[in-house]
C-alpha cells in the first residue's frame, strides 16, 4: 500500500453549541484563506438562513486549508468536514463520516459530554476512526476541565471503545479567540502558552492517519453528497479512495440497484476554503465534486469502465418521527398572495427533490392523493423541511407528528429516547413530576454542588412531542434539556402530555378586541385583532382540559345610551406568537397545522362544528 502525505481528511463532531464552527471560522483565517481586505463574517460555514437564525448546523459541508508546517516540511491539505451537532440531522453525520479518515470530538468545558456527543462518537467509534478531543470554552468562568475529561473517558468505555481508541490526544482550546494548546490551562483562562491553533494543526498532522492506496487498483470514488449549480446542474461531492479521476473521463456509474452506465466527467473541482476551483484530476484520498451525470444518487460508485467494482452504499438509522404534509385544505387557502404554490403536483415534486440529497428522510403515499406520510429521524428535522417548504412560497397542511413504530416478536415496540436535563436545583420536583406523567425513567442523578442538578432519563419519543415548551415554562427557562434516540422498547401505553383544551373560532370573520377583552379569562389568546380566523381554527389554549367553540369576532353593540364605563380602555393581554415547532408541539390527535409563507395557523382536522360534535358522540357511545 502506497501513502500520500500531502492530504489529511478529518470530520468535527460534537454536540450542537459547542463551538464546532467557530473552530472551523479560525482554522480558515489562521491558514490563509482570505485576502486581508476581505470581509468574513462570523461562522461561514452556516451558509443557510436557517442555520444562521437557528445558530446550529444542518448540512454536513466540507472545507480544505492549506497548512504549512512550522518545521519547514512541504504544504498538506486539511479537507475538514463540518457535521451536524444534532442527531436529528443523523443522515448528514454518517455520510460526514464516510468521507474522513479520522474524527475532532469537540467537548465544552463547562457542559461536558451530551446526548448528541454520545451519538456522533458512536458513529465515529462504529465506523473505527481514530478521535482527537479537543476541550473547546476553557475560558468560561464554570469550566471544570477535568471532570469533563473525566466523564469524556467514561463515555468511550460506555460505548465499548477499544484500547487504540481510548488512548486519543488532548487539545485545550478557545476558539472564539483563535487559540490552542496542549498544555491544561486553568479553569476559566485561555491558553497562556501559544497565541494561535498551531499546536491544534500539529496534533492533526500527527494522529490523523494520511490516505492510503494501492498503486495498481482501478478507480473507485464514493458519492457522499449532491449540489446542484445554475449553469453545472447538479454536482456529486465525492472522495476518491483508488485511482484517479480526471476531467473529461469517461467512467463507469455503479447505481444504487446495481445498474452500470458510462458516463463522461464533464467538470472536475476541488474545494479551497469556501470555493471551488477547477482541477485537472483528483487522486486517492482527495474530496472533489464533478457535474455532468443529471440524476446521480448519495451512495453510488464511478468506477473504472474496464473494470466496475461497487463500493457499499451508505446506510442510515431508521426513521423514528413521522408526520403526514399535504396541500392546504384551508378555507384560506391562496389568499395571501401570488406565487403560492399551493397544488398537489408541486408539493409532490418538492417532496421528492428532498430524497435526493436527503438520505434519512423517507416519502410514503397516504390514502389520500394530496397527503403524504413523511418520516424523518425527530421532530427538529421535520419542522427545518416544513420550514423551508414555507419559505419557498408552498401552503401546506402539516398533522401531529407521531412516532415510527415496529413489531418484534409479535409485541409492538416504540422508539425510546435518553433525555439529559440540566438544571437548577429547585426545580427537581417538577421535572419529576413533567417526566412521570410521560412514562419517562430516571437513569442517573447527580449533584455538581453549584446548585444544578444533571438528570439522565429513558423516555418514550412521543412522550418528548410537546414537551420543551412545558419543560421551559416549568423551569422559568433557566433548564437545558437534549435526547438522543436510544432503541426500541415495548409500547408503553396510553399518554397523555397536553392538559388544556383548545379555544376554536365557531364562525368566519375578523377577529375584534371587544371579544378578546371577554374571553381573555378562559385561557391564553394566540391572535391580534383585525386576524381573519375561520370556523374550526384554533385561536387559543382554554384554561380547562376540554375544547370550546367561541366566538372571537364578536362586535361591541353601539347604542346611543351612556354608561359611566364607556370611555374606560380595553386592556388586551399581547397574545402568545407560536413558532411552527411550537405548533408542532401544542398540536393534538385531531389538530393539524396550516402553513403558509405569512402564518402558521393550528387548525381541527373536521372544521364544521356540528360535525365535530357527532363524532365525538359517536366515539363516546362506540
Known amino acids: ?240 479512495e483508488q485511482g484517479h479521476l480526471k476531467k473529461g473521463q469517461t467512467v463507469a456509474w455503479i447505481k444504487r440497484d446495481g445498474t452500470v452506465q458510462n458516463v463522461r466527467i464533464t467538470e472536475l473541482m476541488m474545494t479551497e476554503a469556501l470555493t471551488r476551483k477547477a482541477a485537472e484530476s483528483a487522486g486517492p484520498g482527495d474530496i472533489c465534486a464533478v457535474a455532468g451525470i443529471p440524476d446521480i444518487m448519495i451512495g453510488e460508485t464511478l468506477a473504472d469502465p474496464e473494470n466496475p467494482i461497487a463500493l457499499p452504499l451508505i446506510t442510515v438509522d431508521e426513521p423514528a418521527i413521522s408526520m403526514t404534509i399535504g396541500t392546504n385544505t384551508s378555507p384560506l387557502v391562496g389568499k395571501g398572495g401570488k406565487g403560492h404554490k399551493v397544488t398537489a403536483r408541486l408539493v409532490k415534486d418538492r417532496l421528492e427533490r428532498e430524497l435526493i440529497g436527503n438520505v434519512s428522510l423517507r416519502v410514503l403515499p397516504t390514502e389520500r392523493p394530496d397527503a403524504w406520510e413523511v418520516q424523518g429521524r425527530g421532530e427538529l428535522a421535520l419542522a427545518i423541511l416544513v420550514e423551508t417548504m414555507r419559505r419557498e412560497g408552498f401552503e401546506l397542511t402539516v398533522g401531529k407528528p407521531e412516532v415510527v413504530t415496529k413489531e418484534i416478536n409479535g409485541k ?49 419519543s412521543r412522550g418528548l412531542i410537546g414537551f420543551r415548551t412545558e419543560f421551559l415554562t416549568q423551569t422559568r427557562g433557566t433548564g437545558i434539556a437534549h435526547s438522543i434516540f436510544e432503541e426500541h422498547e415495548p409500547w408503553f401505553g396510553e399518554l397523555r402530555t397536553r392538559n388544556n383544551g383548545s379555544l376554536v373560532a ?65 386592556s388586551i393581554v399581547p397574545p402568545r406568537k407560536l413558532s411552527l415547532e411550537q405548533s408542532l408541539e401544542f398540536c393534538r390527535d385531531d389538530e393539524c397545522i396550516e402553513v403558509t409563507p405569512e402564518t402558521v395557523r393550528i387548525r381541527k382536522v373536521v372544521l364544521d362544528q356540528k360535525e365535530r360534535g357527532r363524532a365525538a358522540a359517536r366515539a363516546k357511545h362506540s
Open 1 to 240: 500500500m502506497s501513502t500520500r502525505h500531502d492530504i489529511r481528511n478529518v470530520a468535527i463532531v460534537a454536540h450542537v453549541d459547542h463551538g464546532k464552527t467557530t473552530l472551523v471560522d479560525a482554522m480558515l483565517k489562521q491558514a490563509g484563506a482570505f485576502a486581508a481586505h476581505q470581509h468574513v463574517d462570523d461562522r461561514v460555514m452556516d451558509s443557510n438562513d436557517l442555520e444562521r437564525e437557528k445558530g446550529i448546523t444542518i448540512l454536513a459541508k466540507n472545507t480544505a486549508v492549506k497548512y504549512h508546517p512550522k518545521d519547514g516540511g512541504d504544504p498538506v491539505t486539511i479537507n475538514i468536514i463540518d457535521t451536524p451537532g444534532h442527531a436529528d440531522f443523523g443522515g448528514e453525520v454518517e455520510r460526514g463520516l464516510s468521507m474522513v479518515d479520522a474524527v475532532v470530538l469537540l467537548v465544552d468545558a463547562s457542559e461536558g459530554p451530551l446526548p448528541q456527543t454520545r451519538f456522533v462518537l458512536r458513529k465515529a467509534l462504529s465506523a473505527r476512526l481514530p478521535v482527537i478531543l479537543c476541550i473547546n470554552k476553557t475560558d468560561r468562568p464554570d469550566a471544570r476541565i477535568d471532570e469533563v475529561v473525566n466523564e469524556t473517558y467514561d463515555l468511550f468505555l460506555d460505548l465499548d471503545a477499544d484500547e487504540d481508541q481510548i488512548e486519543f490526544p488532548i487539545v485545550y482550546a478557545c476558539a472564539r479567540d483563535g487559540v490552542a494548546s496542549l498544555t491544561k490551562p486553568q479553569n476559566g483562562t485561555v491558553p497562556a502558552d501559544s497565541d494561535s491553533l498551531e499546536p491544534f494543526f500539529s496534533t492533526l498532522l500527527a494522529h490523523v492517519p494520511a490516505p492510503t492506496f494501492e498503486e495498481e487498483a482501478p478507480l473507485q470514488a464514493h458519492v457522499t453528497n449532491l449540489d446542484a449549480d445554475n449553469f453545472l446542474g447538479r454536482i456529486a461531492l465525492l472522495r476518491v
Open 412 to 460: 409492538v415496540h416504540e422508539p425510546v429516547e435518553r433525555m439529559t436535563i440540566d438544571s437548577p436545583e429547585e426545580h427537581l420536583g417538577a421535572i419529576t413530576q413533567l417526566m412521570a406523567t410521560r412514562k419517562g425513567r430516571m437513569e442517573t442523578m447527580t449533584n455538581h454542588g453549584s446548585g444544578w442538578i444533571r438528570m439522565e432519563w429513558i423516555v418514550p
Open 506 to 570: 365557531d364562525r368566519a370573520g375578523a377577529v375584534t378586541a371587544f371579544a378578546m377583552t371577554n374571553l381573555q379569562e378562559r385561557g391564553v389568546l394566540f391572535t391580534d385583532p383585525g386576524t381573519e380566523v375561520y370556523e374550526g381554527m384554533i385561536v387559543g389554549e382554554n384554561s380547562r382540559s376540554d375544547d370550546m367553540d367561541v366566538n372571537i369576532t364578536k362586535e361591541k353593540k353601539l347604542t346611543n345610551m351612556r354608561s359611566s364605563t364607556a370611555d374606560v380602555a380595553e
